[in-house]
């Protein structure tokens, strides 16, 4: 699995011929890494003096954020599957036509899920947003800047899963599908870049 590899060894396969792990993996590793610095600014701040007012709730949202960090984490490995899947089924017999036909259902349903694991992935990084304009507008000032960059690695996680979505939708042939998911990816990146450039327009960094 790409999630037991060392850093190292896992930049090597980004960089290396391989399809995969691609755009949809790393995207998922920016929104595993900007969730846990969003973790780490909320674990900064749960015990710092001045900040008992929201030590409580700063505890319970470094724990959240951990586990979401954990889940993007998982969609590497899931990305990769999905697009394993597409390529098993491009390498399935085409001979009859029979073959081509199941050959052609089993493209798009592959192609539906490589679709709908960034897709998922671009919804759930995006609701961390509110969450960590919360932490940033109550969080240790002196660890702004690591808030800062999680939100920025949020943005990159969204709008590369973004790509990818919209890369895949030309090889499902399902209007209806195509039509949903494209509405939802536009809608996704519209809002994540009204809430980026609110969240980091308000951080003060004196």
Known sequence: M???LKVKEFMAEVASGSPAPGGGSVSAMAASAGAGLISMLANLTKDKKGC???SGQMAKTAEDCSKMSEKFLAVIDEDTKAFNAYMTAIRMPKETD????ERLSAMKEAAKSMTLVPLQLAKNAFELFETAEWVLKNGNKFAMSDGA???LLLRAGILGAICNVRINLGSIGDEEFVSTAKKEADAIEAETLVAER????SISFD
């Open 52 to 54: 008992e007012a929201v």
């Open 149 to 151: 960059v999680g939100v």
């Open 2 to 4: 790409l999630t037991e």
């Open 98 to 101: 029979g073959q081509k036909t």
């Open 198 to 201: 609110r969240i980091l327009g």
